[in-house]
Structures are given as C-alpha cells and as structure tokens.
C-alpha cells in the first residue's frame, strides 16, 4: 500500500514538473508571439508612415509619376499624372490605352527589356512637351518601370525666347552700327571741305546715335521690368497733367507734320499710377500715333472711367495708316514691327520694337491691361487702363 502511494506521489510529481514545463514553453511561445505581434505591428506601423510619406511626396511634386508592371498595366499613378494625362482613373489599364497621346511604349519596352535600365526623351502632344523619364524596378517576372512625367513647354518656349531676344538684339544693333560706320567711312578730305554734305552726314550720324541710346535705354527698362527690379510707386495725380506733361515734348513733332493733337480729360478725373512710368507710356503710344500718322491728320487722347468709377481708361487715336489685322496679335511683343517699308513711307525712322512691348508691362504692373483696335488705311486707337484715384 506504501508502495502505490509513493508511486502515485511521483507520478503526482512527474505531472505537475511536466506541467510546468509545458506552461513555460506555452508562456516562451505567448512571449514570442507577443513579440512577433509587436514587431510586425512595428513593420505595419513604419510601413504606414513610409506609405504617407510616399503619397505626400508623389502630392506635393510637380512631376507625374506613373508605374507599370510587367504587361504594361498601370498600379499606380499620382493626382499630377491623371492631370497631365488627363484621365480620371488610369488603373489596372494598359499604359497604351491611359498615355494614347504620348507614345510612351518605345521607352516602356526598352526599360522592361534585360538591357533597359533609365531611359529619358522628350514627348511633344499637341503644342506641350513633357520630359519622360523611365527607370527599371523589381527583377524577372515581376519587372516593371516607374515613369516620371515632367512638363518643360514653359522651359522650351523661353529657351526660344532667350535665342530670339539675342537675335533680335543682335540684328537691331547691326542697323545702327553698320550706318555708323558707312558714315564714318563716308567722311574724307572733300566732305570735310563741303559743309552742307559734313552737316547732313553728322546728323544722320547723330539720328543713328540716338536710336542705339533708344535701344539700350529701352532694353534697360525692359530688363528691370521683366525682373521685378522697376519699382512701381502708385500715387494719386490728375490724369489731365500726366497726360500734358507727357505731350509737351511731343508737341514740336506735331507741328512739324501739321497733326492736331486733341485732349479731352475731364479736369478732375484722378488717377493712382507712377507718374514717370505711366509718362513712358503715354510718350510711347502718342509718339507712335503721330509716327504713323501722315500730314495733316489728328491724334486724339481722351479719358473716361469705367466700372463705375473704380477704373480709368485712356485712349490715343490717330488717323493714321492703321495696321494690318493680321498683325495686331503680335504688336506688344518685343522687337515686333509691322512694316519697316510703312515706316519709310512716311520719312520717319525705324523704331526699336520694345516701345509697346515696355508699355504692356508697364500697364500690367499698375494692374489694367492694354489693348488696340485699328483698321488698315482708318487708323488706330490703342486703350489702356489705370486704377481711378477717387
């Protein structure tokens, strides 16, 4: 009886040590697990903010980022590139069927091949070019590229500005000086000797002076405008004697040609504006009317206000040759002349095509807009307009 009693103590025993050791090993087990859980919910919660991150990033750039898999289907595409490729959902679609107007398949299989790696080109549709670039990601089977859309139509059009503003410069600058040095060449012993031929040759060697001073002051102001550097101070003046003080100088070429040159402004219409600025103007759009306005004729300047009194519009309108209705488009861009033979139809010299140009920025920087309405052969009136000082 001694003998089963102490037999079942240690089987009592036996059990509860094994027992224990099963509830260390389920406890070891429930501690790991615990710290799996832990660490995955780590990796979960690292992955999340990496995904945030990575959706802020592909928010806030300004490039269109789209991913391909291995059949060319689309997995993911950020807010810019359904802009730019104008789609509202481009998923789980072929990229052939979501870029149809981009021609991006040629890149796309170059980068999915085992010799692509990043391949970059340009890409025009329609009258915009984007900058494409495509680089390989995953290996094998699960091979697909990543596609980074950048638009560079604003970039392109100012590279062909820069080149067209050098050329423009270049063959401006050519005129003058060429006159220049025919002049000088011109003068010897025998004109030096003849002073009515001495007289005419230094004047028009000065009228060629002063169109090189006219351009490189003009390209100065252009250049201090167009770089936010010509400060605008708005103060209140009576648009009767800006307009005066603009025309004074003015006045002897009217004589010369026999223009009547008119203002109607009523004497208590004000106006916020910088008077030396809006003088240029003024200078430039009735020196233009009287340039193209042949003997005898009319340039008018008048002044009225606008949306109930808020803004001012001022107008000059001549009776001059008027200009052709295919060019007005282009008037107010830099170095743009209509027709240098109209020009020397009428005995005046030619100007440097940055005058409408500087008056454009100029009207645009006092916040109003300028425009014309001409008829060839009727003449033209140019319109500008300026905040009212009332």
């Given at each position: ?18 027992l ?107 009258e ?6 495509a ?183 001549d ?6 209705e ?24 030619r ?31 140019f319109?500008?307009t ?5």
């Amino acid at each position: 009886m001694e003998f089963l009693f102490g037999a079942a103590i240690l089987i009592i025993v036996a059990l509860l040590f094994i027992l224990w050791r099963v509830k260390q090993r389920v406890d070891g087990q429930q501690d790991a697990t615990t710290e799996h859980a832990s660490r995955i919910n780590a990796l979960e919660r690292e992955r999340a903010a990496l995904d945030e991150k990575l959706t802020a990033f592909t928010r806030v750039t300004s490039d269109g980022i789209v991913q391909v898999d291995a059949d060319g289907y689309v997995i993911y595409m950020n807010d810019t590139a359904r802009v730019l490729l104008e789609v509202k959902d481009g998923l789980e679609r072929p990229l052939s069927q979501v870029a149809w107007g981009y021609d991006l398949h040629p890149l796309v299989n170059q980068v999915l091949s085992e010799s692509g790696g990043a391949v970059s080109q340009t890409v025009v549709k329609g009258e915009r070019a984007f900058s494409v670039r495509a680089v390989a990601i995953g290996e094998n089977e699960k091979r697909g590229a990543l596609l980074g859309i950048t638009e560079v139509t604003e970039l392109q059009r100012l590279g062909r500005a820069r080149r067209e503003f050098v050329a423009n410069i270049s063959h401006e600058l050519r005129t003058p000086v060429t006159s220049l040095q025919l002049l000088a060449d011109t003068i010897n012993d025998d004109v030096l000797n003849d002073k009515p031929l001495l007289t005419d040759l230094m004047n028009k060697a000065r009228a060629q002076v002063d169109l090189l001073k006219q351009l490189t002051d003009e390209l100065m102001d252009l250049a201090l405008i167009e770089s936010g550097q010509a400060l605008i101070r708005l103060v209140g003046i009576f648009a009767n004697d800006l307009v005066n003080d603009s025309l004074t100088p003015l006045r002897p070429q009217a004589e010369r040609k026999h223009i009547t040159l008119e203002t109607h402004i009523p004497p208590d219409m004000e106006v916020l504006a910088d008077p030396q600025a809006m003088r240029k103007v003024l200078s430039n759009l009735t020196h233009n009317a009287l340039k193209f306005t042949p003997n005898e004729g009319r340039v008018t300047l008048r002044a009225i206000w606008r949306n109930e009194g808020a803004d001012v519009e001022i107008s000059i309108q001549d009776t001059g040759i008027g200009i052709p209705e295919k060019d007005l488009p282009r008037i107010f861009e830099r170095f743009y002349k209509v027709d240098r033979a109209r020009t020397r139809a009428l005995g005046e010299l030619r100007g440097t095509g940055l005058g409408l140009a500087i008056s454009k920025h100029m009207v645009e920087a006092h916040g109003g807009k300028i425009w014309v309405e001409s008829a060839e052969g009727k003449g033209s009136t140019f319109y500008f307009t300026l905040p009212s000082g009332e």
